[in-house]
């Protein structure tokens, strides 16, 4: 034997210098690509702050140059109160429709009156229980609400609301914060629920209705103000006096925007109490925008929650099996068929639970609860039974025929979970299990959470079954081939080695379908109901960020409230699919080095 044979040739400097330069080249080459992802991630996330900042920045608003003017005092006399209401007409605020007066007297007395009625006073009420005069009295756009301001300075607001018998009452909404004298002028805003009002003292302020605190205050020296005025865009606020106009520039372009609205309960004109609400438009004049995102995250979890409580149980246990239990043959086949799901455009899948899966459900509803109960307990009889079948039956359904057999029974069960389901649907209820629902108080959509779990739920099977397969093949084999030398079952080794070493992996599989599912769009868009609800109601439908993103996006005005609250939404989005990821990939790297010291 040739002893130089053994002896690796001496690689020639030239090729030595040319191979470090290229691991050079393609090391700078992978640093930067790396750095790209990072750069681009943060440009992002810069990107989406910057759209959002603007609706947290304070309200700004400077004097300007006053300017003589001559006010004219409004002397209409007031309307004729029919008799039956004892106060005197102090105060009258016109609301802008025309539809309604208020007619009010310095103990706070008040009539509504409408131009219309020939009754007079439709109804009467008292807008203080104290003590206190008052002092001022406007309404807002949209003729829903009153504002009334007093001597001690307080300031209230008062709902237009109907009673169970459909009468008109004013009922008192909100305190806000009071001035240090008394309030003697309000002024509302054009087509939005923000307000100014001026006290004794020249204290200038300025609110919008579903938030408590003033957005800005300014003090003046204004002590003779006759009249208090916004512009037809809102921008400037003037104090009219004897002879000059005050007149002060407001930069205000977000006043219905706060962390209160977007998380908080409000209660907006025309409800009944607080709640969260999302509408942001409406073909009504004069309409409220409400931007609660609390509906929409609650519908994006509660969508999550259901389709990782169907997909996380069925991919784990499928991993388990095919890892451990199943040979190389079969398992390679089922891998790729359960692989091959990820293919599906999640728009085909949205489609088939909007037009089939919806209504099969609706109409089949007691049969597919019985059956999520029937079917385990079908398939923990059936394992019972099996070891005590004669061994030739076990042996011809070995080697993974055992599949087979189980889906054949499952189909068998299944019928006859449907046949009986539908006598019992007849017997136990006579108008059907839904009608019965809604009687109950739980109301039932057709497109509901239920739908969306099972649809986005086949969507999100196959990766994490993919990664909780892959993480239980990287146990080390030394370590279950040990147990079961020593006498333990394959069953006692998966359960007592092989998930306790892959628990981490399967918790960042797990991970890794939260972020997918919370990040779906198209099935959420098309299979569900699209209600901003806030409930966790398995028979009731939803509305995530992802939707309304797909659906508001294109009809809001670049720069509006509207628009950059749906960068709010989406940057609340990418921050819980950017930590579902973070908090997988961190886990999986752990795990990694835990199997690298076994």
């Known amino acids: 034997m040739n002893k130089t044979a053994l002896i690796p040739p001496i690689m020639p400097k030239q090729l030595l210098r040319r191979r470090r330069w290229y691991n050079r080249l393609f090391r700078a080459l992978i640093a930067v690509a790396g750095s790209s992802v990072v750069l681009m991630l943060a440009a992002l996330f810069i990107y989406l702050f910057s759209e959002v900042l603007p609706l947290f920045r304070g309200v700004s608003g400077s004097p300007l140059q006053p300017l003589a003017a001559t006010y004219q005092a409004n002397n209409a006399e007031l309307p004729v109160v029919q008799a039956g209401w004892p106060g005197v007409a102090d105060f009258s605020a016109s609301s802008a429709s025309g539809d309604y007066q208020l007619l009010a007297s310095k103990n706070g007395l008040a009539c509504l009156f409408s131009p219309a009625s020939p009754a007079g006073c439709l109804q009467q009420w008292s807008l203080t229980d104290t003590g206190?005069?008052?002092?001022?009295?406007?309404?807002?756009?949209?003729?829903?609400?009153?504002?009334?301001?007093?001597?001690?300075?307080?300031?209230?607001?008062?709902?237009?609301?109907?009673?169970?018998?459909?009468?008109?009452?004013?009922?008192?909404?909100?305190?806000?914060?009071?001035?240090?004298?008394?309030?003697?002028?309000?002024?509302?805003?054009?087509?939005?629920?923000?307000?100014?009002?001026?006290?004794?003292?020249?204290?200038?302020?300025?609110?919008?209705?579903?938030?408590?605190?003033?957005?800005?205050?300014?003090?003046?020296?204004?002590?003779?103000?006759?009249?208090?005025?916004?512009?037809?865009?809102?921008?400037?606020?003037?104090?009219?006096?004897?002879?000059?106009?005050?007149?002060?520039?407001?930069?205000?372009?977000?006043?219905?925007?706060?962390?209160?609205?977007?998380?908080?309960?409000v209660w907006y004109e025309g409800f009944a109490g607080p709640d969260y609400v999302w509408q942001t438009s409406s073909a009504a004049d004069g309409y409220q925008p409400k931007f609660s995102l609390l509906p929409l995250t609650s519908g994006t979890l509660k969508a999550a929650f259901y389709a990782m409580l169907f997909a996380a149980p069925l991919a784990i246990m499928a991993a388990i099996y095919t890892a451990c239990f199943l040979p190389a043959g079969p398992r390679r086949r089922i891998k790729g068929l359960i692989e091959l799901m990820a293919a599906f455009p999640t728009v085909i899948l949205g489609f088939i639970a909007a037009v089939w899966l919806a209504p099969v459900i609706e109409n089949h509803l007691l049969a597919l609860l019985l059956w999520v109960v029937v079917a385990p307990l079908s398939i923990l009889a059936l394992a019972a039974v099996w070891p005590r079948l004669p061994q030739s039956w076990q042996q011809r359904c070995s080697g993974g025929a055992e599949v087979l057999l189980l889906m054949v029974w499952l189909v068998l069960v299944s019928n006859l979970v449907f046949v009986v389901a539908g006598q019992l649907d007849s017997w136990l209820f006579s108008d059907g299990l839904r009608l019965y629902l809604d009687q109950q108080g739980i109301y039932y959509e057709q497109r509901n959470a239920l739908i969306i779990g099972i649809a986005m739920g086949f969507a999100v099977v196959p990766g994490i079954y993919a990664i909780a397969d892959d993480v239980l093949h990287q146990v080390p084999r030394h370590l279950t081939r040990g147990a079961l030398a020593l006498g333990a079952t394959p069953w006692q080794a998966v359960v007592r080695i092989s998930l306790p070493l892959a628990a981490p992996g399967l918790i960042a599989a797990a991970l890794v379908g939260l972020g997918r599912a919370i990040g779906e769009t198209m099935i959420l868009l098309m299979a569900t109901g699209n209600s901003p609800v806030m409930n966790f109601n398995l028979f009731e439908g939803l509305r995530s960020l992802t939707a309304t993103l797909a659906m508001e996006l294109s009809e809001a005005t670049v720069g509006s409230s509207h628009f950059r609250v749906l960068f709010v939404a989406a940057l609340l989005l990418l921050l819980f699919t950017f930590v579902a990821n973070t908090a997988a990939e961190v886990i999986r790297q752990r795990l990694r080095k835990k199997y690298q010291r076994l």
Not at 168 to 186: D, F, G, K, S, T
């Open 132 to 265: 206190d005069t008052l002092t001022s009295l406007s309404w807002l756009t949209a003729d829903q609400a009153v504002l009334a301001g007093y001597q001690s300075g307080r300031l209230q607001q008062w709902f237009l609301l109907a009673d169970n018998q459909g009468n008109l009452m004013l009922r008192l909404a909100r305190e806000l914060p009071a001035q240090p004298a008394a309030i003697i002028h309000i002024a509302a805003e054009h087509n939005r629920r923000g307000f100014a009002t001026l006290s004794a003292d020249g204290q200038l302020a300025l609110y919008y209705s579903a938030t408590a605190k003033p957005l800005w205050r300014y003090a003046t020296e204004i002590t003779d103000a006759v009249d208090l005025v916004f512009s037809a865009n809102n921008q400037i606020l003037s104090v009219y006096s004897a002879e000059q106009q005050h007149r002060f520039a407001l930069d205000n372009p977000h006043p219905e925007i706060s962390w209160q609205t977007l998380w908080h309960s």
